[in-house]
């Protein structure tokens, strides 16, 4: 079965760093490219960007950049979402999930990410 | 940037047709993709490249487009359906593919 596996809860506070890790299983990591949405609380779905696992080629949301690192171990088929300079407001739930050019399938379980001081 | 607008909710009794829609310019050009999320869980696929299905989602979801409209159709609605729904397609800016998402319709069984 091919699934997305998350790393766990964090808390931080604001100004400091998160990094998210997203394990692949039942496929490798390489032939699809992994993209990272996010969250808030009772909001929508905000796209943060993609990576080619392969390449290692990024490819950050307008309103991410400057702040995100999308890295990958292929070696342990693991992909990882780096965000920086954390705010109050970038408290959300961060989801990994596979690309294939239609659609995101399938979607990490998601990581929550809590920002305070 | 490009902008998906859906309505925030939609409401239909069991058994009837609900209708969600997902407008963007010219969304007749682009590939839409849909996404169901019920509370606590991740999204979940259930309409790709405007009217195609993934293998294991019900026939009762169908996808249509007009020129400016996706349509996200759900026949015989099931309590087990309420859901945010939200729409996604792709564009490119600064030579890249970038994605967007609707801001989701709640979609309410009465």
């Known amino acids: 079965q091919e699934q997305l596996v998350q790393s766990g809860a964090e808390v931080k506070k604001p100004g400091a760093s998160v990094k998210v890790s997203c394990k692949a299983s039942g496929y490798s990591l390489s032939n699809h490219e992994i993209n990272w949405v996010r969250q808030a609380s009772g909001q929508g779905l905000e796209w943060m960007g993609w990576m080619n696992p392969n390449t290692g080629k990024a490819v950050y949301g307008q309103n991410f950049q400057g702040r995100v690192t999308m890295t990958r171990d292929t070696s342990i088929n693991t992909a990882y979402m780096e965000l920086s300079d954390l705010r109050s407001e970038d408290t959300a739930v961060y989801y990994c999930a596979r690309g294939r050019g239609v659609g995101f399938d399938p979607w990490g379980q998601g990581t929550l990410v809590s920002v305070s001081s | 940037s490009y902008v998906l607008t859906q309505p925030p909710s939609v409401s239909v009794a069991p058994g009837q047709t609900a209708r969600i829609t997902c407008g963007g310019d010219n969304i007749a050009s682009k590939s839409v993709h849909w996404y169901q999320q019920k509370p606590g869980q991740a999204p979940v696929l259930v309409v790709y490249?405007?009217?195609d299905r993934p293998s294991g989602v019900p026939g009762r979801f169908s996808g249509s487009k007009s020129a400016n409209t996706a349509t996200l159709a759900v026949s015989r609605v099931e309590v087990g359906d309420e859901a945010d729904y939200y729409c996604q397609v792709w564009y490119t800016w600064d030579s890249n593919i970038h994605w967007v998402f609707g801001g989701g319709t709640r979609l309410t069984v009465l």
């Open positions: 490249e405007d009217s």
